[in-house]
C-alpha cells in the first residue's frame, strides 16, 4: 500500500502538523453516552476493538478489516489515542467510539486489533506532534500504556489480538507478551531488531497466525482478516492458564476411585470431570459466552459423630447456547468447583469467553470444600435445567423403593410400582408416570445438607462422582475444547 513508503520516514520523525490541527485540547473526561450507545447494539457474534492513529491511519486497511470484521457478524469499536475539546475527533470520515485510556478491559470485547499506516507510529509513544503541551502528550502516553495493557490481557485470556501493517513493529514490538510468538508484519533494520529483543520469531510471510496473536504485512490482507475472524470466532477456550500441565498428563476424566482409603462416599465411583492441579489464587476464567447458572457456597462439614459431609465449596456453573448445535446437544454447561469464595459473577450475570470468574480456592479450607487445592473442572451436556438420564435413573429407584404420594386430597395413597416415566414439568418438578397410569409430581429443589448454610437448587446432575452410566453425560474437558477451540 502506498502509505506504507512513506511509514519509515515519518516513523523516525515526527507526525504532521495536521495532528496537532485536530487535537486541540484534550480531555480526560468520561463519556458514558458511548458505553450506552455500545452495549444497545444488536445481536452479533461479540464486539471488536479495531485500534486506528489519530492521524495518518491506512483508512483502506481499516475499510478492509471493518467490512470483514462485520461481514462476520461482529460489531466493531474504532478506538484512539486522545480526544479533543469537541469529543473524540473525526479522523479521516471516521468517528472512533472509544479513547483507549477509557477502555478499562477486555471483557467487552472479543479481541482487538491495530490498523496500519504510517500514523501508527504514534504507538510507539517517542512520536508527538511539534510543539505538543504536555497534557497532550500524556493523554497519548495514558492511552498508549493502557493500549498495551488490553493486549496483554487479550492474549492472556485466550482473545484475538490483531496487527497490521506498521502496527506489529510499532504497538507489539516493545511488549514482552510476544516473546516466543511467531509475527510478521513492516520491518526494517530497527523493527528486526526491537522483535528480536522481545524474544519474538519474526517470519517475514504475509500473514502469521500464531494462536490467538494474528500478524500481517499489508499484502497479506486478505489472509489477515480471514485469520483474525477464525481467531475471534474460537468458541471454547481453557478456564486457566496452564490447564494443560494442570491435569498432569491425561488427566482423570472418568477413572473409578479405587483407593481403600478414599471415603465411602466416593469408593468405587467414577469422576465426571478433569481435576486440574494449579495453585491456590490460579484465575478462573469462563470458557465461553453464556449464562450464569449457579453461583453459590456449599460448605464441607463434621457432624456430631464425627461424620464429614463433603460438599462442594464455592461452585458457578455456565449455561452456553451452542451456535450452530450439534447433533442433539442444543447446550453445554461449565462446571467450576472448590473456588475461592471471591466469586465475581452471580446467577443470571451474562459472561464472555475468557472473563475471570474466579480463582481457584485455597488448600484444605473451608472457601474450597476442604480439599487439596485444585479445580475441578466439568462439561456436561445439556442445558442447566434438565432431567438427565442419571439423575432420572436415581429419582425412579428412590421413587420405586419408597413410593409416591398420588391423588388429591383427601384421597392421597402412597404409589409403589413400576414408573414408566420421568419427565421435567416446569422448571423445577418432575414428573413420574407409573405403569398404572397414576401420576406423580414432586419438587426437584435440593439443599445443602449444611446445617448453617442452605442454598437450594436443582442442578441435579452437579456432582463430581458418579456410576459409570453418568460418565456418558459429560464430556472430555480437554478433548472437548481442544477441539471447538
Ligand atoms: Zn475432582
Not at 493523554?139 to 490481557?153: G, P, Y
Not at 398404572?436 to 439443599?447: F, H
Request: hydrophobic share 40%.
Amino acid at each position: 500500500m502506498e502509505g506504507m513508503k512513506r511509514a519509515s520516514v515519518i516513523w523516525k520523525t515526527a507526525l504532521p502538523a495536521a495532528f496537532f490541527a485536530l487535537l486541540l485540547l484534550a480531555t480526560t473526561s468520561n463519556c458514558p453516552a458511548e458505553e450506552a450507545k455500545e452495549s444497545e447494539g444488536k445481536e452479533s457474534k461479540g464486539k471488536v476493538l479495531l485500534v486506528i492513529a489519530t492521524v495518518n491511519f491506512a483508512s483502506e486497511e481499516y475499510k478492509a478489516i471493518r467490512e470483514g470484521l462485520e461481514k462476520a457478524g461482529f460489531q466493531v469499536v474504532v478506538g484512539c489515542t486522545v480526544r479533543n475539546s469537541r469529543g473524540i475527533p473525526d479522523i479521516g470520515n471516521v468517528t472512533a467510539d472509544r479513547v483507549l485510556s477509557e477502555v478499562k478491559d477486555m471483557e467487552l470485547y472479543e479481541g482487538m486489533v491495530f490498523c496500519g499506516g504510517p500514523g501508527m507510529s504514534e504507538y510507539s509513544g517517542e512520536n508527538f506532534p511539534p510543539g505538543s503541551p504536555d497534557s497532550l502528550k500524556q493523554s497519548i502516553r495514558d492511552s498508549i500504556s493502557q493500549a498495551r495493557k488490553l493486549v496483554e490481557e487479550a492474549l492472556r485470556s485466550e482473545k484475538a489480538v490483531g496487527a497490521i501493517c506498521l502496527a506489529p513493529a510499532a504497538v507489539l514490538a516493545p511488549m514482552s507478551a510476544i516473546k516466543g510468538r511467531r509475527v510478521t508484519g513492516f520491518a526494517q533494520r530497527e523493527e528486526l531488531a526491537a522483535f528480536k529483543k522481545a524474544g519474538a520469531l519474526y517470519t517475514g510471510r504475509p500473514v502469521e497466525a500464531d494462536g490467538n496473536l494474528i500478524t500481517a504485512k499489508v499484502e497479506g490482507m486478505e489472509g489477515f482478516v480471514k485469520s483474525l475472524v477464525a481467531a475471534l470466532s474460537i468458541p471454547f477456550v481453557f478456564p486457566c492458564e496452564g490447564y494443560a500441565q494442570g491435569l498432569k498428563g491425561k488427566g482423570n476424566f472418568g477413572l473409578q476411585i479405587s483407593s481403600a482409603k478414599a471415603d465411602e462416599a466416593f469408593k468405587g465411583s467414577y469422576h465426571l470431570a478433569e481435576d486440574v492441579w494449579l495453585k491456590a489464587g490460579t484465575a478462573v476464567k469462563s470458557i465461553a459466552n453464556g449464562v450464569v447458572a449457579y453461583s453459590d457456597f456449599s460448605p464441607t462439614w463434621t457432624d456430631k459423630d464425627k461424620k464429614v459431609h463433603w460438599n462442594l465449596g464455592n461452585v458457578i456453573i455456565i449455561e452456553h447456547e451452542l451456535s450452530p448445535a450439534a447433533k442433539d446437544l442444543t447446550h453445554v454447561c461449565s462446571v467450576y468447583m472448590h473456588l475461592g469464595a471471591d466469586r465475581k459473577v452471580k446467577e443470571g450475570d451474562k459472561v464472555g469467553k475468557g472473563q475471570a470468574i474466579g480463582a481457584i480456592g485455597m488448600d484444605k479450607s473451608d472457601e474450597n470444600g476442604r480439599y487439596p487445592a485444585h479445580l475441578h473442572f466439568g462439561v456436561h451436556k445439556g442445558p442447566y435445567l434438565q432431567l438427565s438420564p442419571g439423575w432420572k435413573r436415581d429419582k425412579i429407584e428412590e421413587a420405586a423403593a419408597i413410593g409416591l404420594p398420588v391423588g388429591n386430597p383427601p384421597d392421597i395413597r402412597i404409589e409403589k410400582g413400576k414408573i414408566v416415566d420421568v419427565k421435567l414439568a416446569g422448571k423445577t418438578t418432575a414428573e413420574f408416570t407409573f405403569e398404572s397410569g397414576s401420576v406423580a409430581r414432586i419438587g426437584l429443589l435440593m439443599q445443602s445438607s449444611s446445617p448453617d448454610y442452605k442454598p437450594a437448587d436443582i442442578m441435579g446432575w452437579c456432582r463430581g462422582y458418579g456410576d459409570k452410566e453418568t460418565v456418558e453425560e459429560w464430556l472430555r474437558p480437554s478433548e472437548w475444547i481442544g477441539k471447538k477451540g
